[in-house]
C-alpha cells in the first residue's frame, strides 16, 4: 500500500523539484515525523533534510508571537478585566473564569477567521441590546439588564485592551497568532523570498490559513496536496468533501492550475466488519481481540492502527491488549488526573475546602490510607498509619483535630501530621507550599528505593511540575483569593496536563486519537466508539456569539464541525484494506446506544459490503457453589475446645442461622471491624438500655417491688443513660441530630419499661427480684462426646411474679408473639427465622435450671421494647398453628424436651462427619 505522503514526495522527485530545499508544512508534527521517515524511500541520495513544520509551528513562525497555555491567557484577561470593571461590579477570579473560558474561544474564532472585530463586537451588542428591550417594556430598566447590556457592550473594549497586552509580552492565543501571522505576512516573504513551502493534507482551513496559503500560491511560492478522493468530492452533500469543494470552487489558484489530488482510493475492495458492542469496557476487551487474531497473521502489526473516537478508552484498551504485543506507539498522554497521585491532592482540597482545625474522620483515613501518604508513618516496623485509624474506630471519633494525631502518632510524625493537616486559613500560599513540600517528602521517601520506585518519581516529577507552575501563577499574577479559586485552577491545570509515553512512532501498533491520525494512512483499521454524540460530537454551541450570526459571518458551526469529523472518519478508510468499526449498543450516562450517522452513511452509499456482528461478553454460567469447610482432625480438636468453654445461646442460633458464619466467628475468631459510628447502632442502643436495667435493678435483688421503689428509680434516667451512652458510644456526639433522638428514644425505652413495671404492681402482681444479669456457665451432660462440654450465658432477669419464677430476656427490637411459640420441636434447631427466639428463651431456661434449684412451673418470655404494650411475650408451646389453646407454663419435660434438641444441635456441631456447610441466608 501506498501513502498519501509517499504521493506527494514522489510527485516532487518525479517533477525534478529539490526536496532539501522545500520547507513542507503539514496539519501536525507527527505527521511530519513520517514524512521525514518516507523521505529515503523516494531519494537515491543523501541530502540535508528539509524543514518540516506544523501550521501551527509555521503561524508561530509569521506571528513572532509565542502560544502560552489556557490557564495563564485567563490569568491575563483577568488583570484587563480588573482594570476595566469596577470594584462593586466585578467578578471573583473562580466565577470569571467560568464565563471567560468561553469569551476567549469566542476572540479565538473571531481572529481565526479575520473577522473586523470593532464591527462584528458592536453588532453582537447591538442585538442583545434589542434583545433586553423585550425583556422590560418600561423605560427604567432593572440594575440586572443594565449590567447585562454593559457586559455585551464592553466586549470589544475587553477584547482591544486584552489583544494589546498579549502582544507587547509577544503571547497569545492561536486566533491572534493566526492574525498577527497575517499582519506580518508581507514582512516575512521579504526575509524569506527563497523559501519553497508545500502544504499537503488540509481539509478544514480557517480564514487566516486560507489567506496565507492562496498568496504563497498566487507568488507561485507553494504546492498544495490534497488528501480526498472522487467519491467524497464528486458526490454532492458529501460531508467528507464539504471544505475542499470550498476551496476547489473558490480558490482563484484552481481557475488556472491542476488540483492535487483527487484519488480513487475508497471505492477499492476493502474488508470492511462493523462491530456492536456492549458498554465502552466490551469495545476495549474486543479490541484487544482483533489484535490477538491480527498477531496470529501479521507479526509485528507494522501497519496497524487503533484509533480511539473517545479518547476515554485508552486506559481501558492498554489494559485488554494482548501480552503478545511487543511494539508500541501511543501518540495520547497518560491523563494526569488517572495518575494514583491526583487523588491525595484532590483529598486535600476537599479537606482543607473550609477553614477549620477540625477534620471529619473519614476524610483524616482516606488521606492517611492512600498508597503514597501510608508508608510516611511508619517506624521500627510499627505501621502508625493504622494505629491512629484504629483509635478513631475504637474511639468513635467523628472530628479529629491535627493535635490529637500528633498525640496517638506519638510525636513520631508531627512534621507530617503538620504539613498535611494545618489549616490552609484558606491562603493559597499555604496550600501550594503545603502540597509542594508534601511532594518533596515523598520523593525523599522513594528514593530509599529508585530502583522499584521509578514510576513513582515520575508521577512526583509531573505534580512538582504543576505545582511549580500554579505558584508562578498565584506570584506573578495575585488573583488567587481563596483555596476554592486554587482548586480551579488545579483543576484546570490537572486536566490538561498528561504524562507522555515514550515509543518507537515508526514501528509496531499504531495507538492514537482521531486528530492523530491526520495525513496517516494504515492498511489495517481499528476505530472504536463509533457513536452518535462521540463521532461526531453533535450539536455543542459554547459560545456567546448565536448561531445566525454565527452563520451571517461564516464561522464555524456544528455543521462544520461535524463535517471535519466526517473527513477523519472517511480519510482512514479511503486507503485502508481492512477496517474495524466498534460501537456501542448500551446507553451510557448522556451517549452510547445509538450507532453513528456515519456508520449509516456507509450503509446507504452501498459501495462496500459490511460485516455486521453482534458480539456479546462470554457470560460463562456458575452455579452457585456453597461453601463446604471440612472437619479435619484439628478443626475437630477447636470444636472440642469451643464446647468445653461453653457454647452461648447465641453462637448455638448463629449455627442453626448459617453454619459458616459459626465457623468464622467462633472457630476462626474473626470479628466485624467495629467502625465509626456516626449515627449510634441498634446494638449500642441495646447495649445503653440493658446497661442502665442491671445498674437499677441490680441493688434490688431478693427484694419485692413496690410502685415507691419504682418512682425513684425514674429520677435517675437521664443520668445513667447518659453515664452508659459516654462509655459505649464514647467520643461520639449524642447532642444533636438523629443521635439527640435516638439518646431520647433510650430514655423513653427505660421510662416506658418503669411505666409498664408500675402498672403491674398496681394490678396487684407481687413481683421479686431474683437475679440480674445472672452469669451461668452449665454442663451439658452429653456422653457420647466423652468430655464435657457447656452452655453458658447472661440472663438480664430473673423474677417471681405472684409465687411463679420468670425467666426474661430483653429485646430492644421489634418482637412478635408467634416467634415465641412451638409447634413441632423437631423444628427447633432447624428453622432459624421462626424459632431462634424460642431457642434462646429455653436456653436461659435450661441453664438457670441446672444452675440453682428451681420451683417448677416456670415462665420464660422477652420483653420487647418496640413492642411494651404486648408485655411478657411468654413461650408457649401449640398443638398447631391454628389452635387457640397453647401452654405458656414450662415445666421439667418442656425443659427435657428442649434437651433432646439441644444435645442432637451439639452433637451435629461437634460431629467430624457433618461438614460446616454454608445456608443460603
Request: glycine share 4%.
Amino acid at each position: 500500500m501506498t501513502t498519501f505522503i509517499f504521493d506527494v514526495l514522489n510527485d516532487l522527485q518525479t517533477n525534478n523539484i529539490d526536496i532539501a530545499n522545500i520547507t513542507f508544512i503539514l496539519p501536525s508534527k507527527r505527521a511530519g515525523l513520517f514524512l521525514k521517515h518516507q523521505i529515503p524511500k523516494v531519494v537515491d541520495k543523501t541530502i540535508f533534510a528539509p524543514e518540516i513544520l506544523s501550521v501551527e509551528e509555521f503561524v508561530g513562525e509569521l506571528s513572532g508571537l509565542k502560544t502560552i497555555t489556557n490557564t495563564e491567557l485567563l490569568f491575563n484577561f483577568y488583570t484587563i478585566y480588573c482594570e476595566l470593571t469596577p470594584d462593586k461590579q466585578r467578578d471573583s477570579f473562580e466565577t470569571f473564569a467560568k464565563w471567560a473560558q468561553i469569551l476567549l474561544q469566542d476572540f479565538n474564532e473571531v481572529d481565526r477567521y479575520l473577522i473586523p472585530q470593532e464591527n462584528f463586537f458592536n453588532y453582537l451588542s447591538a442585538i442583545k441590546e434589542i434583545e433586553s428591550d423585550h425583556w422590560s417594556i418600561s423605560e427604567n430598566k432593572s440594575d440586572f439588564i443594565k449590567n447585562y447590556i454593559n457586559f455585551w457592550n464592553k466586549l470589544y473594549t475587553y477584547y482591544k485592551s486584552y489583544t494589546e497586552l498579549l502582544i507587547s509580552k509577544n503571547i497569545g492565543y492561536q486566533g491572534l497568532v493566526y492574525r498577527e501571522a497575517v499582519n506580518n505576512f508581507e514582512m516575512y516573504l521579504q526575509q524569506n523570498q527563497n523559501k519553497q513551502y508545500v502544504f499537503l493534507g488540509f481539509n478544514a482551513l480557517n480564514t487566516a490559513e486560507e489567506t496565507l496559503i492562496q498568496k504563497l500560491l498566487e507568488l507561485d511560492r507553494a504546492k498544495i496536496y490534497w488528501d480526498t478522493d472522487a467519491a467524497f468530492i464528486n458526490t454532492k452533500n458529501h460531508d467528507a468533501g464539504l471544505f475542499i469543494n470550498q476551496h476547489k470552487k473558490n480558490w482563484k489558484h484552481f481557475k488556472n492550475s491542476p488540483f492535487n489530488w483527487i484519488k480513487d482510493n475508497y471505492t477499492q475492495q476493502k474488508n470492511i466488519s462493523l462491530f456492536a458492542v456492549p458498554k465502552n469496557i466490551g469495545q476495549a476487551k474486543y479490541v484487544g481481540s482483533i489484535l490477538e487474531k491480527l498477531k496470529e497473521t501479521n507479526n509485528n502489526l507494522e501497519n496497524t492502527a487503533v484509533v480511539l473516537g473517545d479518547e476515554n478508552l485508552l486506559i481501558p484498551v492498554l489494559n485488554s491488549l494482548p501480552e503478545s504485543l511487543n511494539e508500541l506507539n501511543i501518540t495520547m498522554g497518560f491523563p494526569l488526573k488517572s495518575i494514583p497521585l491526583a487523588s491525595i491532592f484532590e483529598n486535600l482540597f476537599h479537606l482543607h475546602k473550609k477553614a477549620s482545625n477540625d477534620f471529619y474522620y473519614k476524610d483524616v483515613i482516606k488521606i492517611l490510607s492512600h498508597q503514597f501518604i501510608k508508608p510516611l508513618f511508619y517506624f521500627n516496623d510499627v505501621d502508625y498509619a493504622s494505629k491512629i485509624i484504629e483509635t478513631i474506630d475504637s474511639n468513635n471519633i467523628i472530628f479529629i483535630n491535627k493535635d490529637r494525631l500528633i498525640t496517638i502518632s506519638e510525636t513520631k510524625f508531627d512534621i507530617v501530621i503538620n504539613m498535611l493537616f494545618s489549616n490552609w486559613m484558606n491562603n493559597p500560599t499555604t496550600a501550594l507550599n503545603n502540597c509542594t513540600e508534601l511532594i518533596h517528602i515523598i520523593k525523599n521517601h522513594l528514593n530509599l528505593d529508585k530502583t522499584q520506585n521509578t514510576l513513582s518519581l515520575e508521577y512526583l516529577f509531573r505534580f512538582n511540575e504543576l505545582f511549580n507552575e500554579l505558584t508562578r501563577l498565584n506570584n506573578d499574577y495575585s488573583h488567587i483569593k481563596d483555596i476554592s479559586a486554587l482548586y480551579s485552577i488545579y483543576k484546570e491545570l490537572l486536566s490538561s496536563n498528561t504524562l507522555d509515553f515514550q515509543g518507537e512512532p515508526l514501528q509496531g501498533l499504531q495507538l492514537m486519537g482521531m486528530l492523530e491520525s491526520r495525513v496517516l494512512d494504515f492498511e489495517t483499521i481499528v476505530i472504536t466508539s463509533v457513536n452518535e454524540g462521540v463521532l461526531p460530537s453533535g450539536k455543542s454551541n459554547n459560545s456567546f456569539i448565536p448561531f445566525d450570526v454565527r452563520v451571517e459571518n461564516k464561522l464555524p458551526t456544528y455543521k462544520e464541525k461535524d463535517a471535519v469529523y466526517t473527513y477523519h472518519f472517511y480519510h482512514l478508510l479511503h486507503r485502508a484494506k481492512n477496517v474495524y468499526i466498534l460501537y456501542n449498543t448500551e446507553q451510557d450516562v448522556l451517549t452510547g446506544g445509538e450507532k453513528s450517522r456515519l456508520i449509516t452513511q456507509l450503509e446507504l452509499e452501498n459501495i462496500h459490503e459490511l460485516k455486521k456482528h453482534v458480539v456479546a461478553p462470554n457470560v460463562p454460567v456458575i452455579p452457585e457453589k456453597l461453601t463446604v469447610v471440612k472437619k479435619t482432625e484439628t478443626l475437630t480438636k477447636s470444636i472440642l475446645k469451643v464446647a468445653e468453654d461453653g457454647f452461648s445461646p447465641s453462637s448455638l442460633t448463629n449455627y442453626i442461622r448459617n453454619p459458616i458464619d459459626f465457623y468464622y466467628q467462633k472457630i476462626l475468631k474473626i470479628k466485624e471491624h467495629n467502625d465509626v459510628e456516626e449515627t449510634v447502632a441498634a446494638n449500642t442502643l441495646g447495649t445503653v438500655v440493658h446497661n442502665t436495667l442491671e445498674d437499677f435493678y441490680e441493688p434490688l435483688i431478693n427484694k419485692f417491688l413496690s410502685v415507691e421503689i419504682i418512682q425513684d428509680l425514674k429520677k435517675n434516667i437521664e443520668k445513667r443513660v447518659t453515664y452508659h451512652f459516654k462509655n459505649e458510644y464514647k467520643e461520639g456526639d449524642i447532642t444533636k441530630g438523629k443521635n439527640l433522638i435516638i439518646f431520647e428514644i433510650a430514655k423513653r425505652y427505660v421510662l416506658n419499661f418503669l411505666d409498664l413495671e408500675i402498672k403491674e404492681l398496681k394490678s396487684g402482681k407481687k413481683i421479686k427480684i431474683i437475679a440480674i444479669e445472672a452469669d451461668n456457665n452449665v454442663k451439658i451432660d452429653i456422653p457420647e462426646l466423652n468430655q464435657p462440654v457447656n452452655l453458658r450465658g447472661k440472663v438480664d432477669r430473673v423474677d417471681e411474679c405472684n409465687g411463679v419464677i420468670r425467666i426474661i430476656d430483653y429485646k430492644t427490637g421489634k418482637v412478635d408473639q408467634g416467634q415465641v411459640e412451638i409447634i413441632n420441636w423437631d423444628d427447633l434447631n432447624t428453622d432459624y427465622k421462626k424459632y431462634s427466639k424460642s431457642f434462646q428463651i429455653l436456653c436461659y431456661a435450661y441453664m438457670m435450671a441446672k444452675s440453682q434449684p428451681l420451683k417448677f412451673p416456670i415462665e420464660a418470655g422477652i420483653v420487647s421494647f418496640k413492642n411494651l404494650s404486648a408485655g411478657l411475650l411468654k413461650f408457649s408451646t401449640k398443638p398447631s398453628t391454628h389452635s387457640r389453646k397453647k401452654d405458656s407454663l414450662i415445666t421439667e419435660d418442656t425443659l427435657l424436651e428442649f434437651s433432646k434438641q439441644l444435645k442432637q444441635l451439639v452433637l451435629e456441631i461437634c460431629n467430624p462427619e457433618v461438614d460446616f456447610t454454608e445456608k443460603e441466608v
